[in-house]
């Protein structure tokens, strides 16, 4: 079993749609929980980061956390095109992190 | 935050040659790391690379075939030697969060195909 799983989708969605992308992991030891987007022939770049169960808000971008049920969630709110991009999570346990595989998101004007 | 340059940003290599990847920081850090990403996989740690001494390498990856050098706080080289069409891939330096190291930051990769 993989240590970190996320659907690879594709995803594609219409302008303005709200976005759920999903991670669910297995090692109950993780105590940081991350969001990267990457643009294509771009390296990661942090979205977004918690550390405990619950949700955290940045703008349009909502992260979510249920370590009960080692499940990780990034909403985005009125998706716009620029927000095509792959979206990786990602989890840390000392100085180990553990990636999913990406969801490639595309959202159609 | 830290900006990262990597060099060349993509190659193209006959099989049996070796390619050098450099990697640049605009800042000291201590920790440095390189990572694999090929299609529809995560991406994979090959090693962590400290300043002054011998980088660490994953399961799975050796130092004959992926020589890492460190010679100071902002520099790191990749090489990937002797190689085959299954090394095709795209390789990124990463550092961590110089406030926060739970963040780490990524350069902008160099894009491998071997023929």
């Known amino acids: 079993q993989k240590e970190v799983e996320q659907d690879p989708g594709p995803l594609s969605v219409p302008e303005g749609a709200i976005v759920s992308l999903n991670c669910t992991y297995s090692n109950s030891a993780f105590q940081y929980f991350m969001w990267y987007r990457q643009y294509s022939r771009k390296g990661p770049e942090l979205l977004m980061y918690?550390?405990?169960?619950g949700n955290k808000e940045d703008g349009r971008f909502t992260a979510q956390v249920d370590k009960s049920s080692k499940y990780i969630s990034l909403f985005i709110r009125d998706s716009q095109p620029s927000d095509s991009a792959t979206y990786l999570c990602?989890?840390?346990?000392?100085?180990?992190?553990?990636f999913g595989t990406g969801t490639s998101l595309t959202v159609i004007p | 935050s830290a900006v990262i340059s990597q060099k060349p940003s993509r190659d193209i290599c006959q099989r049996g040659t070796s390619l050098t990847i450099q990697c640049q920081v605009d800042?000291?850090?201590?920790?440095m790391f390189w990572y694999r990403q090929q299609p529809g996989q995560s991406l994979t740690l090959i090693a962590t690379?400290?300043?002054?001494?011998?980088?660490?390498?994953e399961s799975g990856f050796v130092i004959d075939k992926f020589p890492i050098s460190r010679p100071n706080l902002t520099f790191s080289t990749l090489t990937v030697s002797n190689m085959s069409p299954e090394d095709s891939s795209i390789y990124l330096c990463?550092?961590?969060?110089?406030?926060?190291?739970?963040?780490?930051?990524f350069g902008p990769g160099t894009r491998l195909t071997v023929t």
């Open positions: 690379a400290n300043q002054g001494s011998e980088a660490t390498y």
């Open positions: 990463s550092v961590l969060g110089l406030a926060v190291s739970y963040e780490q930051y």
């Open positions: 990602a989890m840390r346990t000392g100085n180990q992190f553990y």
């Open positions: 800042s000291q850090v201590t920790m």
């Open positions: 918690t550390y405990s169960s």
